[in-house]
């Protein structure tokens, strides 16, 4: 069923909100991209203390891309004030029924319970944030999408353009993110998936597949696995599940439970 919160395009409204002090601006244009495929941002915003040597380079962002930039001064060492204000601005937004998706770019655990009231007005919750980001903020989304997946599509010059540091972390993290590609997490995901959606007859449809995949896992994403098309992931794994070649609709593929994992 079609959002009943709407742009005049047809396309879902959504609300990007960015703590900068935990979000990389070199990955900005990236998750713009990113962000773009949930629909049409009427609201983009980023919180940060400005005066500070470490958010100087967001100035150059804020010339390229349209971004609100909210100052948030640091009254108390040691205390996010940031934070607090994009909390707050979240429920002003809430209220307002602009939007019927947040985009909360941030890895901070302090998010999770924003996150969780959001979605108990039945409002769609995307995070962007690092691998590291706390499991309870994950799971409080409907949707993760990882810095490191989008790191991996930045140019050759802006990587040489990293810090130092930024460039030894950025490794560390592709290293952390390859290490779970190759590890056994698709095909135990696949296998849960699959066995919690299937019909009485051992089959589902791509569709409702990948939907349970991303709420098993919301951080679920393609390029973890280094494919393109979810077929492709499922190719990975035929002795859990194969197609039938039966479709639901026009072009959604159907699958088949292997009988042994029926069991």
Not at 157 to 163: I, T
Not at 203 to 227: A, C, E, H, N
């Amino acid at each position: 069923m079609a959002s009943s919160i709407e742009t005049r395009s047809g396309h879902n409204s959504i609300a990007i909100l960015i703590d900068a002090e935990n979000t990389p601006y070199t990955l900005i244009s990236q998750i713009m991209e990113a962000s773009a495929r949930f629909g049409r941002a009427i609201i983009r915003r980023a919180y940060g203390d400005w005066g500070t040597p470490a958010l100087s380079p967001w100035r150059e962002v804020f010339k390229e891309h349209p971004i609100t930039a909210i100052q948030q001064f640091h009254y108390v060492s040691g205390k996010n004030s940031s934070d607090s204000a994009m909390m707050i601005d979240a429920m002003d937004i809430l209220q307002q029924k602009r939007v019927d998706t947040f985009i909360l770019v941030t890895s901070d655990s302090d998010f999770t319970k924003l996150a969780t009231r959001v979605r108990e007005d039945g409002l769609r919750v995307i995070g962007i944030g690092r691998e590291i980001a706390p499991k309870s903020f994950v799971k409080a989304c409907d949707e993760f999408v990882m810095l490191e997946n989008l790191e991996q599509a930045l140019p050759i010059e802006a990587k040489k353009d990293e810090p130092g540091l930024a460039r030894k972390t950025r490794k560390e993290d592709l290293k952390s993110s390859n290490s779970k590609a190759l590890g056994t997490n698709g095909r135990e995901l696949l296998l849960k998936a699959v066995s919690a959606g299937v019909d009485e007859n051992g089959k589902i449809s791509g569709s409702r597949l990948g939907d349970m995949l991303r709420r098993l896992d919301p951080t679920f994403s393609l390029q973890t696995y280094r494919v393109r098309r979810l077929a492709d992931f499922i190719a990975r794994y035929p002795d859990l599940v194969v197609p039938t070649g039966e479709t639901s609709g026009a072009l959604d593929p159907v699958y088949q439970l292997v009988e042994s994992e029926a069991k």
